[in-house]
């Protein structure tokens, strides 16, 4: 596929920088620069830091939660590819839903159940916690499509390569950390204790994208990118 894409996608010719003239002036141009690192874009890396970590940590204890339930090796299996199907559903759920609602109150519903989810399936028997693992696919995957949509919307045209360097590295940094501190947890309170944690964890989610939200429509960061 990444041969496949490489074909497809046109070569670019190298682009000359333009006269100093018709670029911003070195006022807006700071301002541009600084704007990666502003507020509404700090809060939104959080916001999938924290939603990345909760989705590796529940992904460490969920066979081992399973089996408690007397789980054999062929459902766990199932309860994976339930949850993973799921997902692949959630992406397009949520990309559909961040349109129609917006990015904060898709987050909120998303993460609001995938909290709420966690919980019933500790709670529980077996075949009905395999029923809700679809739909905590959906809330589970589908939440990380529309917070990387918002990249674009926070950030200037000219710092969305360095954005996104920044974005994916928080966020795929903090799904490799995730098993490993929320494994220590469980084997100091026990793994649905850890559980438990991992839905309280989920739902920090909430106030951050409440603030990036609020720190985007108050212009905290600097000058929006739809000015140019």
Sequence with gaps: MAGLLAWMIPILPAHTA??????????????LNASVYGLEFTTLLCTAVVDSSARMGFLTFLPFVLRVKEANTATIGLTL??????????KLVCGYLGRRIGMVKTVWLTEAATAIIILAVLALPLHLALVTLPLLGIALNGTSSVLYGGVPELVPPRDRERAFAHFYTGTIGAGAIAPVAFGWLGDQ????????????????????????????????????????
């Design 81 to 90: 590819s339930l949850l993973f199907v799921g997902g692949a559903v959630g």
């Design 18 to 31: 333009d006269p100093v003239e018709d670029g911003p002036s070195d006022e807006i141009q700071k301002t």
């Design 189 to 228: 309170i026990s793994i649905p204790h850890a559980m438990e944690c991992v839905a309280a964890f989920v739902c920090l989610t909430l106030p951050l994208i409440w603030v990036a939200d609020r720190a985007a429509n108050s212009g905290i960061a600097g000058t929006s990118h739809k000015q140019y």
